[in-house]
């Protein structure tokens, strides 16, 4: 890497920061404990991948506003959750009052190696990142750490737009058909890119301060450093709504319940 590669590296990796503690508060506020994709499909199949113990020791990566740490630590994990954003972590801590002594809050990149091994090596039960894969530069150090973090029969569980069908390449659109007589509407996603890993600027939640910033990798390339370094793919749940009674528009994620907006991928140490 020359000079300027490091310096548009360094650029890039601020840029993604600084927009993270820009929107850490709106979120905060918005998010609370968890929104309609937290809640019907991310938390409940992450629980059950991440097949969590009373007592168990558990890293929640890039953990936010804290809402999954504190959900686990209702069911009795004991929990370290880290966050590169300091406002995020600020807010975990604020909203975290019953369970607070379950929970160490740490500000730490989990793009840097030596950060996440200074947690501790075997000593985690489990891992768990829910949709922030997407939002890091770089996994490799993640990739690289994890086994050394996870105890023997360790797990780790990730969420994440799902790469196929919810991507910054896709676009959503409405159609109708005439079906022997009867006029239908159609719902359908189109995939414009997949194959090669890009960036690309967008929104997480209408209103947001600022647009923060994608890493799209196909399924290839999202799973091959957590291979490679040993881990083993043992779960897997994709996820779609199935009722549209609350849908928030023509062409939210509510109507589709045939794609799934929502991958979420276990891995395991052994």
Same mark, same amino acid.
């Given at each position: ?10 650029? =890039?990796?601020?840029?993604?920061? =600084? ?9 905060d ?11 019907k ?5 992450t629980?059950?991948l991440?097949?969590?113990?009373p007592g ?5 990566? &890039?953990?936010?506003n804290g &809402?999954?740490s504190?959900?686990?630590a ?5 929990v370290?959750?880290?966050d590169f ?23 730490l ?16 039960? &489990? ?5 922030a894969?997407?939002?890091m ?14 105890k023997s029969?360790?797990r780790?569980?990730? =969420?994440?737009?799902?790469?196929c069908f ?8 409405i159609?109708?058909?005439?079906r022997?007589?009867?006029i239908r509407?159609?719902? =359908?996603?189109k995939?414009?890119?997949y ?15 600022? /647009? ?5 990798? /196909? ?33 939210s994620w509510?109507?589709?319940a045939?794609?799934?907006?929502v ?8």
């Open positions: 890497m020359n000079a300027d590669q490091g310096e548009d590296a360094t650029r =890039s990796a601020d840029s993604v920061q =600084s927009a993270w503690e820009t929107n850490a508060a709106w979120w506020a918005y998010y609370r404990e968890g929104n309609d994709f937290h809640l499909l991310i938390a409940p199949p629980e059950r991440l097949e969590i113990e168990q020791r558990i890293l929640d990566i &890039a953990c936010g &809402a999954f504190r959900r686990m209702a069911l009795g994990a004991r370290v959750a880290f954003s300091a406002p995020f972590i600020e807010c975990a801590r604020m909203r975290t009052v019953e369970f607070a002594e379950q929970i160490e809050y740490r500000v990149n989990a793009t840097k190696l030596e950060g996440l091994l200074s947690l501790g090596e075997g000593r985690f039960d &489990a891992a768990v990142c829910t949709m894969i997407m939002d530069e770089e996994i490799e150090p993640l990739a690289e750490a994890l086994p050394r973090l996870l029969d360790g780790f569980v990730f =969420s994440i737009m799902h790469p919810n991507n910054m390449g896709c676009r959503m659109s159609e109708e058909e005439d022997e007589g009867e509407t159609v719902r =359908s996603v995939i414009a890119r194959m090669t890993p890009f960036s690309a600027r967008g929104i997480g939640i209408v209103g947001q301060p600022v /647009p923060q910033t994608y890493f799209h990798r /196909p399924m290839q390339v999202l799973l091959e450093p957590f291979l490679r370094s040993g881990l083993v793919v043992d779960g897997l749940e994709e996820t779609a709504f199935t009722d549209a009674s609350a849908a928030r528009g023509p062409l509510d109507h589709f045939e794609i799934p907006p991958l979420i991928v276990r891995l395991r140490k052994v």
